[in-house]
């Protein structure tokens, strides 16, 4: 009885197989390997170490990153702080590999799945609904960021961008709030506002023109659902909540940092039309840049949208032809700033750090699955006819597969192996590149009139002190790599910095006896408001769903 019921199960559901190997596929470098990658692969993923080493000698994630580059360098007050942290525990727990590939796994979880679940809401079935979350996970730079850039933090954020989406769209139209997708919409929202400083701000504005076009081309219907915008709305404020802790010294502290102005538009090599449109992923020889980048959109499925939505646009209903529209203009707009980078100096300054515009490519593959999902519920309606146009769209998505394992098997490696980006918790690997951006750029750059002082940095705490021979009074260069927002000092005053953002203090005179500074973790209320607004909201998420469980379990046996 038992196997005659599994059969029929299993052929019903044996699509969703095709997720969990194209996952498979695209995790088996991280593996079955010791490659590194990308230079920014090893550098992330010692990172995301040294944080779950913060964990173990602290007992809670750090604001700084303590190592050779500075004394309480505050790179997790700025820079994906909870990210490194959940990560930084499960490499505790685990391994730093382990960590690395629980979050590829997620993150490519996360997309694929996020996109399956659009294409179920918008009416496509079976085994139809998995080819827009497989073109999404094996579009070019999709895969460039797991290995090629090796940008882990990237990674994270843009792939939740469609399970954001997903839940919201699916919270929206039920008749009630469902403990499932309010708990996907918590986390995606965490994600995303706690992960990657600038998919933050592009993929928030991102959002909010995607939710607007949803709303405007189903209009009648959003009327009828205001108050369900409401519970949204609680939602959303509690994903952000979780990540309180990182965002009030965001907020209040980033025009203090030393990276004040967005960098110079740059590696449009990799956007050239010839490039850009290539059905091929043959990007040119990089640019003096430690990175295998091909930022091609996925031609092919464009393609197939703008042709097959136009055979079958006539079973579209009206929202969804606006709908439509509406994507293919945001879309538009989006690469018009890829092919014509001056545009983006026009943005808002917060907009402006893109830095490289194939950054943007991700967010117009983004419309591109979309208009393919809106294609795939308009054949869905069609039936037998649209079964050639269907298997189609299947094969460039197996194309698309193919050509994915191939690109991340030429991606290089800038180690020998993993334990050289893990040879030490205070020097970071020796592809490390990045200056001390989020270092003080608000105190007076002051010329020091007396020798350096180096604290030493052997291993991790928030109170650190060193000893300056004695001599006359003077102002010294120290490796404190912070403002005085965000430490105190003792045995010295604060007067200004370096060009490159090191605290500058002057030293009394002390003509016989050595001179000792403290240097300890500090911060205003402010933060800590927002510390205790994390905690509040990691309360409030489970203890609801702990309530939505029981109170769905009591209303199961009357359904």
């Known amino acids: 009885m038992g196997s005659s019921r599994l059969v029929p199960l299993a052929r019903a559901h044996w699509h969703w197989l095709l997720p969990a190997a194209v996952i498979f596929a695209l995790l088996a470098p991280t593996l079955f390997s010791d490659r590194t990658f990308s230079t920014d692969w090893g550098n ?26 500075g004394v309480l360098y505050p790179l997790y007050a700025f820079y994906g702080g909870t990210m490194y942290a959940a990560l930084g525990a ?10 690395v590939a629980v979050a590829y796994g997620a993150a490519l979880a996360a997309a694929y799945l996020g996109w399956t679940w659009i294409a179920r809401l918008a009416g496509v079935e079976g085994w139809r609904a998995q080819l827009p979350g497989c073109i999404a996970v094996t579009a070019p730079l999709a895969v460039t960021n797991l290995y090629g850039r090796g ?11 469609p399970l954001v989406l997903a839940s919201g769209i699916a919270l929206f139209r039920a008749p009630r709030v469902h403990l499932g997708a309010a708990a996907a919409y918590v986390v995606s929202v965490a994600v995303l506002t706690g992960t990657h400083t600038l998919t933050l701000a592009w993929g928030t504005v991102f959002l909010v023109i995607c939710a607007a076009l949803l709303l405007a081309s189903h209009w009648d219907w959003t ?8 519970a949204l709305s609680g939602l959303t404020a509690l994903g952000i909540g979780i990540n309180a802790w990182i965002l009030m010294p965001l907020v209040i502290y980033h025009t203090r940092l030393v990276e004040q102005e967005p960098d110079p538009i740059g590696l449009t090599e990799y956007t050239d039309p010839d490039v850009l449109f290539s059905i091929f992923r043959d990007a040119p020889d990089p640019p003096v840049i430690t990175a295998d980048v091909d930022a091609q959109l996925p031609v092919l499925a464009l393609l197939w949208a703008l042709v097959c939505g136009a055979l079958y646009w006539r079973l579209l209903s009206a929202a969804r032809r606006r709908l439509a529209l509406g994507v293919l203009a945001l879309g538009g707009a989006l690469l018009a700033l890829v092919l014509e980078p001056s545009l983006i100096e026009d943005l808002p300054k917060v907009l402006a750090f893109i830095q490289f515009p194939y950054r943007i490519v991700t967010y117009v593959t983004i419309c591109v699955v979309g208009l393919v999902t809106l294609a795939l519920a308009a054949m869905q309606r069609e039936g037998g006819t649209s079964r050639l146009p269907v298997l189609g769209l299947a094969a460039i998505a197996a194309f698309n597969v193919g050509l994915s394992i191939q690109q991340n098997s030429e991606v290089r490696s800038w180690l020998e192996g993993r334990d050289e980006a893990l040879a030490s918790s205070v020097e970071p690997p020796p592809t490390w590149y990045a200056s001390l951006q989020f270092a003080d750029g608000s105190a007076p750059v002051v010329e020091p009139t007396l020798p350096p002082l180096e604290i030493p940095v052997r291993d991790r705490r928030d109170v650190y002190a060193a000893s300056y021979p004695a001599g006359k009074a003077g102002t010294a260069e120290t490796n404190i790599a912070v403002g005085d927002y965000l430490v105190d000092v003792s045995g010295g005053e604060p007067v200004g910095r370096t060009d490159d953002g090191r605290m500058v203090l002057r030293l009394p005179g002390s003509p016989d006896r050595p001179r000792t500074v403290e240097v300890k973790a500090a911060w205003g209320p402010a933060i800590e408001v927002g510390r205790w607004l994390t905690v509040l909201s990691l309360l409030v998420a489970v203890a609801g769903a702990v309530a939505w469980a029981i109170v769905g379990r009591r209303r199961r046996p009357e359904g």
């Open 151 to 161: 940008d882990i933090p990237e990674v994270i954020a843009t792939s939740f961008i």
């Open 223 to 230: 009327r009828e659902r205001l108050r369900r915008g409401l």
């Open 44 to 69: 992330h993923m010692w990172l995301l170490w040294v944080q779950g080493l913060n964990l173990r000698d602290l007992g809670e994630p750090s604001y700084f990153l303590q190592s050779s580059l």
């Open 90 to 99: 499960v490499s505790w727990a685990t391994s730093p590999v382990a960590a």
